[in-house]
T-cell receptor, first 115, second 111 residues
Framework: NAGVMQNPRHLVRRRGQEARLRCSPMKGHSHVYWYRQLPEEGLKFMVYLQKENIIDESGMPKERFSAEFPKEGPSILRIQQVVRGDSAAYFC?????????????FGQGTRLTVV | AQSVTQLGSHVSVSEGALVLLRCNYSSSVPPYLFWYVQYPNQGLQLLLKYTTGATLVKGINGFEAEFKKSETSFHLTKPSAHMSDAAEYFCAVSEKDQFYFGTGTSLTVIP
C-alpha cells in the first residue's frame, strides 16, 4: 500500500505563472488535507476535502488559490499568478475518516520556489 | 480555535542525554494530541498519539509523551538521545477535522 504521493517534489515557477500541485491519497482514504509550511514556521492548515466536496477552506487565501478532489484522480492545489510569498513547502495528508482519533498520513511535500 | 505552543524552537542535547520537548495546547474539551517528526526534505511521520485512556503514551523510536490535563501539556521525552533523533518535531491537536500544529522544535544531537 503506497503512502500519500505528492508530485512534483520540487517546482519552480516564475512570478505570474500557475502552479499545480498533485496529491494522491493512500488507498482507501477519502479525506484529504492541504497544509503550507513557510520557512521557520509550523504547518498551517489550508483546506480539507472529501471526494468532490470542499469541507473546510478556512485556511485558504481568498484569491489565487483553489483546491479540488475529483471523483477520479488526485487532489489538486492550484495557485494562479504566483508571487514570491507563495514559496513554501506544501504538504498533503490523507485519512480514512475525519481526523480526530484517525491518524492522518502525510506526503513528502512539494517545495515551490517562485523566482 | 485551538492553539499549540512549543517552547523552544531549537533544542540541543548530547548523545545519550534526556530529550524533553515541550508542548502546551489550549482546549476546553479533551483533545486528541499528536507528535510528528519531520526529517530534512521529508514529510511528517507520526511518533505517537493520545486519544483516550492511559495518559502516558509510548511511540516509535523510544519516544513517549504524557498527557497532563491540569497543565494542558503533552511533552515529548526520550531517556537517551541518539544521533538519528536529529529532526524537526511538531506537536499537534486535532479538533473538528483539523490538525492545529505548533511551530516546531528543531532537535540537534551533539556527539
Amino acid at each position: 500500500n503506497a503512502g500519500v504521493m505528492q508530485n512534483p517534489r520540487h517546482l519552480v515557477r516564475r512570478r505570474g505563472q500557475e502552479a499545480r500541485l498533485r496529491c494522491s491519497p493512500m488507498k482507501g482514504h477519502s479525506h484529504v488535507y492541504w497544509y503550507r509550511q513557510l520557512p521557520e514556521e509550523g504547518l498551517k492548515f489550508m483546506v480539507y476535502l472529501q471526494k468532490e466536496n470542499i469541507i473546510d477552506e478556512s485556511g485558504m487565501p481568498k484569491e489565487r488559490f483553489s483546491a479540488e478532489f475529483p471523483k477520479e484522480g488526485p487532489s489538486i492545489l492550484r495557485i494562479q499568478q504566483v508571487v514570491r510569498g507563495d514559496s513554501a513547502a506544501y504538504f498533503c495528508a490523507s485519512s480514512f475518516g475525519p481526523t480526530g482519533e484517525t491518524e492522518a498520513f502525510f506526503g513528502q511535500g512539494t517545495r515551490l520556489t517562485v523566482v | 480555535a485551538q492553539s499549540v505552543t512549543q517552547l523552544g524552537s531549537h533544542v540541543s542535547v548530547s548523545e545519550g542525554a534526556l530529550v524533553l520537548l515541550r508542548c502546551n495546547y489550549s482546549s476546553s474539551v479533551p483533545p486528541y494530541l499528536f507528535w510528528y517528526v519531520q526529517y530534512p526534505n521529508q514529510g511528517l511521520q507520526l511518533l505517537l498519539k493520545y486519544t483516550t485512556g492511559a495518559t502516558l503514551v509510548k511511540g516509535i523510536n523510544g519516544f513517549e509523551a504524557e498527557f497532563k490535563k491540569s497543565e494542558t501539556s503533552f511533552h515529548l521525552t526520550k531517556p537517551s538521545a541518539h544521533m538519528s533523533d536529529a529532526a524537526e518535531y511538531f506537536c499537534a491537536v486535532s479538533e473538528k477535522d483539523q490538525f492545529y500544529f505548533g511551530t516546531g522544535t528543531s532537535l540537534t544531537v551533539i556527539p
